[in-house]
């Protein structure tokens, strides 16, 4: 397809030759362009056009916070849990995290998770907005005790507790 300029051109050109005034040619070009228009929106909100592609999470594993640089060192003698998530929930894991661990969250899912943490007292954490394969991570802090809960700002039906002793 000539680009829309061109067309117009073409327009204009054809026009003139025939001696129509200006105003008509504004028209002409005015109406080829909502022409135009209409095809184009009529594909755009399509919906078959607009299904979503299949998408394979585990091709796109990015490098953690931890093998980036970003975080922090592990603490000495602290332990690195895995967690991962899918598609609306945290998998079950088998870990008991202590004070200073930190735990990396994979996402295995298709879709993009916003994952946080309420600590008993209240406090919530943000961790990275996570996209497929993205891994987020989350330290135990020093003084953690009590009940921790992991939540998706994006999916409420996402919900884990953990609990911190020592
Ligand atoms: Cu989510």
């Avoid at 879709?111 to 989350?138: C, F, K, M």
């Avoid at 919900?159 to 020592?166: S, T």
Wanted: contains cysteine; proline residues 5%.
């Amino acid at each position: 397809m000539k680009p829309i300029s061109v067309l117009l051109a073409l327009v204009a050109t054809h026009v003139q030759k025939c001696s129509v005034t200006a105003v008509s040619v504004l028209r002409l070009q005015a109406y080829v362009l909502s022409l135009i228009a209409v095809s184009v929106c009529s594909t755009a909100y399509s919906a078959t056009e607009h299904e979503a592609a299949p998408h394979d999470a585990a091709s796109k594993v990015y490098p953690s916070r931890a093998e980036q640089g970003v975080a922090k060192p592990l603490a000495e003698g602290a332990k690195l849990h895995k967690m991962t998530l899918s598609h609306h929930e945290l998998e079950a894991w088998s870990f008991v995290p202590k004070r200073k661990d930190r735990i990396e969250i994979e996402n295995l899912s298709d879709i993009t998770h916003a994952l946080y943490v309420t600590y008993p007292d209240g406090t919530v954490v943000n961790l990275e907005i996570q996209i497929p394969g993205d891994t987020v991570s989350w330290t135990v802090p020093d003084d953690a005790e009590g009940e921790y809960v992991f939540r998706c700002w994006i999916h409420p039906v996402i919900r884990a507790k953990m609990m911190i002793q020592d």
